[in-house]
């Protein structure tokens, strides 16, 4: 049974949905015309939110209301973004950029080194904790010379031949697996996109289902 | 025509009505496919499980779109059931200028079934920009990172806040991430690495392959993955006794397992018509 929504941004949504959809047939001006509403929708929102939550209780509140004047820092820095329009003081525009950047790389990197690179290592590793339990040691064993031969597979500085090929191959085959369980987990998450429109058409919009 | 040319031609079209066919029939003619919970979602679980009810808050970070929304929002919808249930208090904050709505709309569908009021019993921080310097601000002290709500009002008056320092005072963490920022590039390096947060993740698909590395380090404590994780999610809430809610993602799976059958069979298809073809050749 059939159950049409009232709700007349139900029906907008729908229609662009299809309109976008459409473009599996091929570009058309329906496609077109979602694709640029939903660049100027996004854009329009952004400002929004950046001015409500962001420029007026940060800012212009502090700065202009409370008289908080050492605001007057960022506010200068920000504004030499806008620098880049004008060709003469283009230059201008390199002061708040390494202040992002220096900022920014000295925050980054002993974050990045911990996190990615030394917890790494040490879950690698096989501990007193990996050993209680045969499943955990197993798995430790796989991950360890998965980590070992991956490693060696990137490893240039010697031609890889002998044995060091042979471990370099086995490198290949735990890349080649992480690469299919990344492909399995991607047409997943593709299919399921689909599915949540036809959900939204078939639930909300033509109320088919439940 | 040969069979190997026949397969190795077949028009898109007749690729995309197929599909069609195969992900719209399930959501008539459910077929109940269950699987079994895999054991990063019931880590999950059992993690927001050991948060006391009433006491400092779970903090869920909203970190995707709209364009995400079919994997990460029902997942979002079952985790705050899950919290409201059990009477644990939520706060709730986004890194994604644009899913700042989308926590907004969460709160008001989940918070009214258990009859949960803002301010008392969850709290939207709402967005800020900076990315790492807001989570960095944030494990310094949440109220100057965040001085008000989402809809302005002082941290310091909303009674769940009292005590709410910074990320000590916060019993776990979930990140809903779509991607950067989120859960593997600031939550994990900059969070729980620096400050030693308890963390969980709920992921889109396309990025949950990349997160196991950190599960298996401990640096994640839970992990759900795509709209199967939400699936799982859901599953475990609805055994649990703590939702009889709808379960988008639940009622998803039939078809998503169908369209991986027919996925399988159409790959399977285009090999056989490329080797016939390359054989004749």
Redesign the interface.
């Known amino acids: 049974m059939m159950h049409l929504s009232p709700d007349l941004w139900v029906w907008v949504g729908a229609l662009l949905t299809l309109f976008v959809f459409s473009f599996?047939?091929g570009d058309n001006p329906f496609y077109k015309f979602a694709e640029h509403l939903y660049v100027g929708v996004?854009v329009g929102?952004?400002i929004a939110?950046?001015y409500w939550?962001?420029f007026k209780?940060?800012l212009i509140e502090p700065l202009f209301g409370r008289g908080e004047l050492i605001l007057i820092v960022p506010l200068i820095l920000g504004l030499c973004y806008l620098a880049i329009f004008i060709q003469k003081f283009s230059w201008v525009v390199r002061i708040p950029m390494g202040f992002v950047l220096g900022w920014?790389s000295g925050?980054?990197i002993p974050?990045?080194l911990?996190?990615?690179v030394i917890?790494?290592i040490?879950?690698?590793l096989i501990t007193s904790q990996t050993l209680a339990h045969w499943n955990t040691f197993v798995?430790s064993i796989v991950?360890l010379i998965g980590v070992i031969t991956t490693v060696i597979y990137f490893f240039f500085s010697r031609e890889q031949k002998g044995s060091l090929k042979v471990v370099a191959n086995i490198g290949i085959i735990y890349i080649m697996i992480?690469f299919g369980?990344?492909f399995g987990?991607?047409?997943?998450?593709r299919?399921?996109?689909?599915?949540?429109?036809?959900?939204f058409l078939?639930r909300d919009w033509l109320g088919?289902?439940? | 025509m040969k069979i190997g040319e026949i397969l190795g031609k077949i028009d898109r079209?007749i690729v995309?009505g197929f599909?069609a066919i195969v992900?719209?029939v399930p959501?008539?003619f459910p077929l109940n496919v269950t699987g079994k919970v895999a054991p990063p979602s019931q880590q999950l679980f059992d993690a927001v499980e050991e948060i006391q009810p009433d006491s400092k808050p779970l903090l869920i970070s909203i970190d995707f779109d709209p364009?995400?929304?079919?994997?990460l929002y029902p997942m979002l919808k079952a985790i705050l059931r899950h919290a409201f249930s059990r009477n644990v208090r939520v706060c709730m904050m986004a890194l994604w200028?644009?899913g700042?709505g989308l926590g907004e709309a969460a709160l008001n569908e989940v918070a009214p079934e258990y009859g949960k009021v803002h301010g008392k019993d969850y709290v939207y921080l709402?967005?800020?920009?900076g990315f790492?310097a807001v989570v960095?601000g944030m494990g310094k002290s949440i109220p100057e990172t965040f001085?008000?709500d989402?809809y302005?009002t002082p941290l310091e008056s909303i009674p769940m806040m009292r005590g709410v320092k910074n990320f000590r005072d916060i019993p776990y963490a979930i990140s809903i991430s779509a991607g950067d920022p989120g859960a593997l590039t600031l939550w994990?390096?900059?969070v729980?690495?620096?400050f030693g947060q308890k963390l969980g993740t709920g992921m889109?698909?396309?990025s949950?392959?990349?997160a196991y590395?950190y599960l298996?380090?401990?640096?994640l404590t839970g992990l759900l993955?795509?709209?199967?994780g939400a699936a799982e999610y859901e599953h475990l809430v609805a055994e649990a006794g703590y939702s009889e809610a709808?379960k988008?993602a639940t009622?998803?799976m039939d078809?998503?397992s169908m369209?991986?059958l027919a996925?399988i069979l159409l790959i399977v298809l285009g090999n056989i018509g490329f080797i016939l073809t390359k054989g004749r050749k």
């Open positions: 599996l047939f996004s929102y952004m939110i950046y939550n962001f209780p940060d920014g925050i980054a974050a990045v911990q996190a990615n917890k790494q040490q879950g690698s798995w991950v992480g369980a990344s987990y991607t047409v997943m998450a299919i399921s996109l689909l599915l949540g429109r036809l959900q078939l088919v289902i439940h | 079209r995309f599909m992900v719209i959501f008539f364009q995400s929304m079919p994997e200028v644009t700042v709402g967005w800020k920009p790492a960095l001085p008000t989402q302005g994990i390096p900059y729980q690495s620096r889109t698909a396309v949950a392959a990349d590395p298996q380090s401990g640096q993955g795509g709209m199967k709808s988008p009622q998803a078809s998503q369209a991986h996925i």
